[in-house]
């Protein structure tokens, strides 16, 4: 796939940062670093007079009221609506709470939304900020490792449907990213390691070089040391904003930020949203990807099990659970990739480049028998 050459990595990290995703009038930056729940990191957001923070049960006790303080200066009036926590809520129940309440407090059309937590709060919001009214803004405040590496930026929004991850949603972007490294101090080290596979992505798709800086650094990562967690956040970022900002709506190169997601996707599915971790199945799932890619002829063998050994060594799962192979295939022809009910796999090749593509079956299988069990 054609793209623009992917800017190098910037050296310092030193400091708070910033990345700026570059989408014409849609345009936002992504603030990166600690201390950021604070009033001035929300200067220069649209004004309103009433803002609703969306959050849930877990991380609503954890930081509203330090967002509550930091919003007070730019809102009349802050709302807050605690959704129930998980994977298997990230559905139209939970998603009518925020209208719900919006409707409730005669929200208007003006009304900010906050999304305080991770990848799901951060869809769902989304999602209810493209829909309310036909459209309010909203900020993107991630609290998780995978929520300020991915989901947070981008503009993808989605609930799940029991037939399909993500199926029913909208591209809508955020007016701002802020990524307060201070909230991951109370992250659980299994959703830590559940972003790790996210982070671990971008180098097999688009860096070669962050592939080997993770592989050098992945201890320092394992321990929460700060200034690495900036440099793996800050350059995942750049990455992703270098792919979005070429294809928005995934017509195209986009599709490669999907590495390791068409089987992921089918384990979260086939096993019940919310039994495994998203970050957990794009992990094995990449280890099955990487493994096509090599069987494919795109990367040698050596390169798949590099691939597998990074993964391996964060302790992420790398082996699927054994929903068989017809029960794999079924769910990956609903993936959003899938074209007539064809299978489109992101397969790596060379290192740090990545395309779409269908495999034979037989093969799609053999990859299944070999990473399952
Ligand atoms: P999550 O939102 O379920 O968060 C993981 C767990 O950590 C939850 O229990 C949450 O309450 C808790 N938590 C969050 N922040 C915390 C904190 N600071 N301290 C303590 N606990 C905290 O899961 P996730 O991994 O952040 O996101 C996964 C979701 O993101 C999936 O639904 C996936 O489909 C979606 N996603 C979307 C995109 C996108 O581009 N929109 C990209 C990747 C993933
Ligand atoms: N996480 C996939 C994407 O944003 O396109």
Same mark, same amino acid.
């Given at each position: 796939?054609?793209?623009?050459?992917?800017?190098?990595?910037? %050296?310092?990290?030193?400091?708070?940062?910033?990345?700026?995703?570059?989408?014409?009038?849609?345009?936002?930056?992504?603030?990166?670093?600690?201390?950021?729940?604070? $009033?001035?990191?929300?200067?220069?957001? #649209?004004?309103?007079? =009433?803002?609703?923070?969306?959050?849930?049960?877990?991380?609503?006790?954890?930081?509203?009221?330090?967002?509550?303080?930091?919003?007070?200066?730019?809102? @009349?009036?802050?709302?807050?609506?605690?959704?129930?926590?998980?994977?298997?809520?990230?559905?139209?129940?939970?998603?009518?709470?925020?209208?719900?309440?919006?409707?409730?407090?005669?929200?208007?059309?003006?009304? +900010?939304?906050?999304?305080?937590?991770?990848? !799901?709060?951060?869809?769902?919001?989304?999602?209810?900020?493209?829909?309310?009214?036909?459209? !309010?803004?909203?900020?993107?405040? #991630?609290?998780?490792?995978?929520?300020? +590496?991915?989901?947070?930026?981008?503009? @993808?929004?989605?609930?799940?449907?029991?037939?399909?991850?993500?199926?029913?949603?909208?591209?809508?972007?955020?007016?701002?990213?802020?990524?307060?490294?201070?909230?991951?101090?109370?992250?659980?080290?299994?959703?830590?390691?559940?972003?790790?596979?996210?982070?671990?992505?971008?180098?097999?798709? *688009?860096?070669?070089?962050?592939?080997?800086?993770?592989?050098?650094?992945?201890? =320092?990562?394992?321990?929460?040391?700060?200034?690495?967690?900036?440099?793996?956040?800050?350059?995942?970022?750049?990455?992703?904003?270098?792919?979005?900002?070429?294809?928005? @709506?995934?017509?195209?190169?986009?599709?490669?930020?999907?590495?390791?997601?068409?089987?992921?996707?089918?384990?979260? %599915?086939?096993?019940?949203?919310?039994?495994?971790?998203?970050?957990?199945? +794009?992990?094995?799932?990449?280890?099955?990807?990487?493994?096509? %890619?090599?069987?494919?002829?795109?990367?040698?063998?050596?390169?798949?099990?590099?691939?597998?050994?990074?993964?391996?060594?964060?302790?992420?799962?790398? @082996?699927? #659970?054994?929903?068989? *192979?017809?029960?794999?295939?079924?769910?990956?022809?609903?993936?959003?990739?899938?074209?007539?009910?064809?299978?489109?796999?992101? !397969?790596?090749?060379?290192?740090?480049?990545?395309?779409?593509?269908? *495999?034979?079956?037989?093969?799609?299988?053999?990859?299944? $028998?070999?990473?399952?069990?």
């Amino acid at each position: 796939m054609a793209s623009t050459p992917l800017p190098p990595a910037s %050296s310092s990290v030193s400091g708070n940062t910033q990345v700026h995703i570059d989408l014409g009038d849609r345009s936002y930056d992504i603030l990166i670093g600690g201390g950021l729940l604070q $009033a001035a990191s929300f200067a220069g957001l #649209p004004k309103s007079s =009433k803002a609703l923070i969306v959050t849930n049960t877990r991380v609503g006790p954890l930081y509203t009221a330090r967002l509550r303080a930091a919003l007070a200066p730019h809102h @009349k009036t802050v709302l807050d609506v605690e959704l129930p926590d998980g994977e298997q809520y990230k559905d139209w129940p939970a998603l009518n709470q925020i209208f719900t309440k919006l409707l409730e407090e005669a929200a208007d059309r003006k009304t +900010v939304l906050y999304a305080l937590g991770g990848g !799901v709060v951060g869809d769902m919001t989304g999602f209810a900020a493209a829909c309310y009214m036909r459209g !309010v803004p909203f900020v993107q405040v #991630p609290t998780t490792l995978l929520s300020q +590496v991915d989901s947070s930026v981008g503009g @993808k929004t989605a609930i799940n449907h029991p037939a399909g991850k993500n199926m029913i949603g909208a591209f809508y972007q955020p007016q701002r990213v802020i990524c307060d490294l201070d909230t991951l101090d109370t992250l659980p080290q299994k959703e830590l390691l559940a972003g790790l596979a996210e982070v671990i992505k971008y180098g097999p798709i *688009a860096d070669a070089d962050f592939l080997s800086w993770l592989e050098a650094n992945m201890d =320092k990562l394992l321990a929460r040391d700060r200034a690495a967690l900036m440099h793996a956040i800050k350059r995942s970022c750049e990455i992703k904003a270098w792919v979005v900002g070429q294809d928005e @709506k995934e017509s195209g190169l986009r599709a490669i930020l999907n590495f390791g997601h068409t089987f992921g996707h089918a384990i979260e %599915s086939g096993m019940g949203y919310g039994e495994w971790l998203h970050g957990e199945a +794009v992990g094995c799932g990449m280890v099955m990807a990487a493994d096509l %890619s090599a069987r494919l002829g795109l990367i040698d063998e050596a390169t798949s099990l590099r691939i597998k050994a990074l993964i391996e060594r964060t302790g992420l799962p790398v @082996k699927g #659970p054994d929903l068989g *192979a017809d029960r794999y295939i079924e769910l990956m022809q609903v993936d959003k990739k899938a074209e007539g009910g064809e299978i489109k796999f992101v !397969v790596v090749g060379p290192l740090g480049q990545a395309s779409t593509r269908t *495999a034979p079956d037989a093969m799609v299988r053999d990859v299944i $028998a070999a990473h399952t069990r």
